[in-house]
C-alpha cells in the first residue's frame, strides 16, 4: 500500500490546513494509520496515530488540542486537520502505516509542506 500525502500549502499563524492521506490499496482492520513531520534540519517526529478502525488515538503533546486524525474507512483516506497553526509547526508532513499491531511504523509515499508564517 502507497500512501499519497496533500493539502499541504502556506498560511498564517492561526491557520487551519486539512492533509489527505489517499491510500493506494485497501488498509486492513488490523493496520494503524499516522502521521509523521520532519522540520528543516530535523529529525521525523510522530504527531498522531490511530488504529484503522478509529480507536487508540495519540497525539504528541506539542499538537495535543490543535490537530485532530480521523479517516474515512470507505475513500481509504486518512485527515489531518490542523488548527491554530503556529510557525513550529513548519515541516514536510507524511502518512504512515503500522502493517500489524506493535509492529514497527513506514512512511509508504512523499508528503507534503505546510509552511506556517508569522
Known amino acids: 500500500v502507497q500512501l499519497q500525502a496533500s493539502g499541504g500549502g502556506l498560511v498564517q499563524a492561526g491557520g487551519s490546513l486539512r492533509l489527505s492521506c489517499a491510500a493506494s490499496g485497501r488498509i486492513l482492520n488490523s493496520d494503524g494509520v499516522g502521521w509523521f513531520r520532519q522540520a528543516p534540519g530535523k529529525a521525523y517526529e510522530f504527531i498522531a496515530r490511530?488504529?484503522?478502525?478509529?480507536?487508540?488515538?495519540w497525539y504528541t503533546d506539542s499538537v495535543k488540542g490543535r490537530f485532530a486524525i480521523s479517516t474515512d474507512n470507505a475513500k481509504n483516506t486518512v485527515y489531518l486537520q490542523m488548527n491554530r497553526l503556529k510557525p513550529e509547526d513548519t515541516a514536510i508532513y507524511y502518512c504512515?502505516?503500522?502493517?500489524?499491531?506493535?509492529?514497527?511504523?513506514?512512511?509508504r509515499g512523499p508528503g507534503t509542506q505546510v509552511t506556517v508564517s508569522s
Open positions: 490511530m488504529a484503522w478502525t478509529g480507536d487508540t488515538i
Open positions: 504512515s502505516l503500522q502493517s500489524r499491531p506493535g509492529g514497527a511504523w513506514h512512511i
